[in-house]
């Protein structure tokens, strides 16, 4: 009796420990906010506004995107490629660039090979579908900003709420 006492006790701690770790991990480490980071080596490099980001040369891409919760479905993304973000840098920046990795608000993360960024216009930053601004996540948007390829068979790649891009 006293063995299956310490077991039941012993699994409560450990599911009150596992509860606590998960909860942690998925508080929210980052204010939502209209603005992209740029990290190298660890550190902050540049911080873009919305407004900012808008002003770089944008393209409008159709793209069709396979969603188990709407089906299939056909936009027009309103952004900028990664690489025209990236160019605006450090050259030292992007020579090193071997892999870019994109992050949003909900930790969602994506690895690139630089090489697929900085050499076409592959990979978008977008704030608009359809003309309309993406929202936010608390507005029950996908942005402000999302990564989208456009192509890509599956939505893997494709990160929402991105807030930032470290280059490596």
Excluded: C
Excluded at 105 to 111: A, E, F, G, P
């Amino acid at each position: 009796m006293i063995i299956n006492n310490r077991l039941v006790y012993w699994s409560i701690g450990l599911l009150l420990v596992l509860v606590g770790v998960l909860a942690y991990l998925n508080t929210p480490g980052k204010r939502e906010s209209a603005s992209l980071t740029i990290i190298s080596k660890g550190q902050p490099v540049k911080t873009f506004s919305l407004e900012e980001i808008k002003e770089l040369p944008a393209v409008d891409r159709e793209v069709t995107i396979r969603s188990s919760s709407e089906g299939i479905k056909t936009y027009v993304f309103t952004g900028t490629p990664v690489r025209e973000i990236l160019t605006g840098l450090d050259n030292a920046i992007l020579t090193e660039a071997n892999k870019v990795t994109a992050r949003g608000l909900d930790t969602y993360t994506v690895v690139f090979n630089g090489e697929e960024i900085l050499s076409s216009d592959h990979v978008l930053l977008v704030y608009a579908r359809d003309g309309m601004p993406l929202g936010s996540k608390s507005e029950g948007g996908t942005g402000p900003f999302r990564i989208i390829i456009p192509g890509d068979q599956f939505g893997l790649r494709a990160v929402k709420y991105v807030t930032e891009l470290e280059v490596n």
